[in-house]
């Protein structure tokens, strides 16, 4: 029995190569089937996709054993793991690194494969074995690269330390635990709409409706990115200390792109769902964001980033993703160059049309995500041509970026309320004008009663928040009303309903928290105290503390309104013992108006300690709003399941 757990990594290792083989498989023996028309072969491919999920999460398994049962002879348990880890550490800590979260995307993968084996046995058979080539083909490459350039069973043996490196402090929180997982739920699930548009292209489906097919799979694949996203910026804004939510950083924009682009496919496979038009431009969309979801992961692993978020070292993973990126996006790309003009369709389409407005919105989106993309892509290719470095911050992104989103945000409420096909624009002005009127005066209101100076950029903000409210409790009443009661209100629109209403709550707390936040960089000693907004801040006092894997201190912060106290904080600065790495605990207060957030820094001469203090206005509406658009497309996805024969 000892022999056997002793060789568990190898077992892991071992399913991984029979998974890579599967994988191969999976490609090649529907393709065989489609080219002889041999139901038998085609059939196949379920069976096998079912084996390659199982020897991912076997190899996934004794992983984790590894983890659990501390055994550092395996060199990527010994470079993310220590003994003295807590155990739901030692288990996040299997994608605390490159090899490991790579092996989780496939994991992931995988039982998105499972998902489209169970949900597809309605669809035809020819079509379904298109898709499970394709997607055969995508794990084979990802396999391929984990076996050759990132194997998470290698050896340090016979010389292997007893207690392990320790996971990277910045991952030892509960956010990392769930945070990747879902992210990585999102990049891979457009893997699923990339093969149905690959399967449409290859086989010239103009007939099949492979929009009302594609629509669930989009939409949840939005749904899981989005919360993968609010998750980490809501680890960002109170693990890194710095008190924001969002930096502009390389590696959140790689999946901030991919989500872009989801927006404007959701609404592009809707008009091509219900008025077969855009076809075109959805199966493009479909193309672009899983290919967007492989640069990031590119940008993540090729080791040409350095980000808190970001894997790998190793030159020759970066050359062979970026080969595998090439080969994915340049034959996806000449198959639509070559088919692509078979969907197109010439009919007119009037300017204050429906259909007019969500194409709009789609150009927009894309305009905004190929900003995005540059200022992310150019200070890396400005590096490589002049050996030089340069960044591109939050100016380059609010010039830019804004001007895209300000148009799309206006078009929210009228897509809804407008009508398929020709809309005159009195009727157009007749539903939205007093909506219109009502945002404007409001937004002037706020500004002009708050606090602080009158200002154009918030009373923009808290228009077009106010302005997707009212469009969207109108829409809602409109269909309530025509419906005859809330409960025959279908999932799809109350998805669309939330989904939009998570936009406004979103925009509004983005514009107050980026104008209105007090921020405060204080040297401070016990006793004494700081005003912050309408609060009383005191230190009152400070204690040595010591966790399984560190030593560190923890203050007392006292808050007091009206000589009440109100609570009490417990920020703390922690030294991790193996590694020697400082890290800053935040301590929050939190609430649905306002955070205050307070991060010890240094510790200073007689005695004090200089402290970071932020009052932090609305800043939960972003994490609320993010949600809110998840659930919608949960819901929208589930109103889908019935109709798309899936």
């Known amino acids: ?17 029979i998974a890579f083989c599967l994988a191969g498989l999976l490609a090649l023996l529907p393709m065989i089937g489609l080219y002889h028309k041999n139901d038998v072969w085609m059939q196949a491919a379920r069976p096998i996709a079912l084996g390659q999920c199982f020897f991912i999460l076997l190899s996934f398994m004794c992983l984790l054993y590894a983890f659990i049962h501390n055994d550092f002879s395996v060199a990527y348990v010994a470079g993310n793991s220590n003994a003295a880890l807590p155990i739901f550490y030692k288990i996040s800590a299997i994608w605390g690194g490159h090899e490991g979260s790579l092996l989780l995307w496939i994991l992931i993968f995988s039982g998105w494969v499972f998902a489209v084996n169970v949900c597809s046995h309605q669809l035809p058979l020819v079509f379904v074995a298109k898709v499970f080539a394709v997607l055969g083909m995508i794990g084979f490459g990802f396999l391929l690269f984990l076996l050759t350039t990132s194997n998470p069973f290698a050896r340090l043996l016979p010389n292997y330390s007893m ?148 894997f790998a070292t190793d030159p020759r993973r970066g050359i062979f993703l970026l080969e595998f990126l090439l080969v994915v996006a340049g034959s996806a790309l000449l198959l639509y160059a070559i088919k692509g003009n078979k969907f197109s369709n010439p009919r007119k389409i009037d300017l204050f049309s429906r259909e007019a407005m969500i194409l709009f919105s789609t150009f927009l989106l894309i305009g905004g995500g190929a900003s995005v993309l540059l200022g992310t892509i150019f200070p890396l290719i400005y590096d490589a041509l002049t050996s030089q470095k340069i960044s591109v911050g939050f100016p380059y992104f609010n010039a830019v970026f804004i001007p895209f989103m300000i148009p799309v945000l206006i078009l929210i409420p009228l897509g809804p309320l407008s009508q398929w096909g020709p809309n005159s624009l009195k009727s157009m002005a007749t539903k939205t004008g007093s909506l219109g009127a009502l945002s404007i005066a409001f937004a002037f209101c706020v ?17 077009l928040g106010m302005w997707i409210t009212l469009g969207t409790a109108n829409f809602a009443l409109i269909k309530i009303q025509k419906q005859g009661s809330i409960k025959r209100v279908s999932l799809g ?99 649905l108006w306002r955070d205050i957030y307070i991060a010890l820094a240094d ?26 658009m998840a659930v919608g497309g949960f819901l929208a996805a589930l109103g889908r399941r019935n109709t798309s024969k899936w």
């Open 1 to 17: 029995m000892v022999n056997c757990l002793t060789m568990i990594p190898e077992i892991g290792h071992f399913a991984l190569i």
């Open 163 to 310: 207690d392990g490196n320790d996971l990277n402090p910045l991952l030892q929180d509960p956010g990392l635990i769930f945070h990747p997982p879902l992210l990585y739920m999102g990049y891979v699930g457009f893997s699923v709409p990339f093969a149905f548009a690959i399967s449409v292209l290859w086989g010239n489906e103009q007939n099949m409706p492979w929009a009302k097919w594609m629509r669930p799979w989009v939409l949840s694949a939005f749904a899981f990115l989005t919360i993968g996203i609010a998750l980490g910026s809501f680890w960002a804004y109170y693990e890194l200390g710095w008190g924001g939510w969002w930096f502009w950083d390389p590696v959140e924009n790689a999946s901030f792109m991919p989500w872009l682009v989801s927006i404007a496919l959701i609404h592009s496979l809707m008009v091509s769902d219900k008025r077969q038009l855009f076809q075109g431009w959805t199966l493009l969309l479909s193309i672009i964001v899983f290919v967007l979801s492989l640069l990031g992961t590119f940008l993540v692993r090729s080791g040409i980033l350095t980000s808190v978020h970001a």
């Open 447 to 463: 500004s002009l009663f708050s606090a602080n100076p009158f200002s154009w950029g918030v009373s923009l903000g808290l228009g």
């Open 493 to 591: 629109a109350w998805g669309m309903i939330f989904a939009h209403f998570g936009m406004a709550v979103l925009v509004i707390g983005i514009t107050i928290v980026s104008n209105n936040e007090i921020e405060k960089e204080v040297e401070i000693n016990i006793n004494q105290s700081v005003k912050l907004h309408d609060v009383e801040v005191v230190f009152k006092n400070l204690n040595t503390i010591e966790g399984p894997n560190y030593i560190g201190h923890k203050g007392h912060f006292q808050l007091e309104k009206n000589g009440q106290t109100i609570s009490d904080l417990y920020p703390e600065k922690r030294i991790f013992v193996v590694q020697g790495s400082k890290m800053t605990e935040t301590a929050i207060d939190p609430g």
């Open 603 to 628: 510790k200073l001469e007689k005695g004090k300690w200089s402290a970071r203090i932020y009052y932090k206005p609305l800043v939960r509406w972003i994490w609320l709003g993010a949600l809110l």
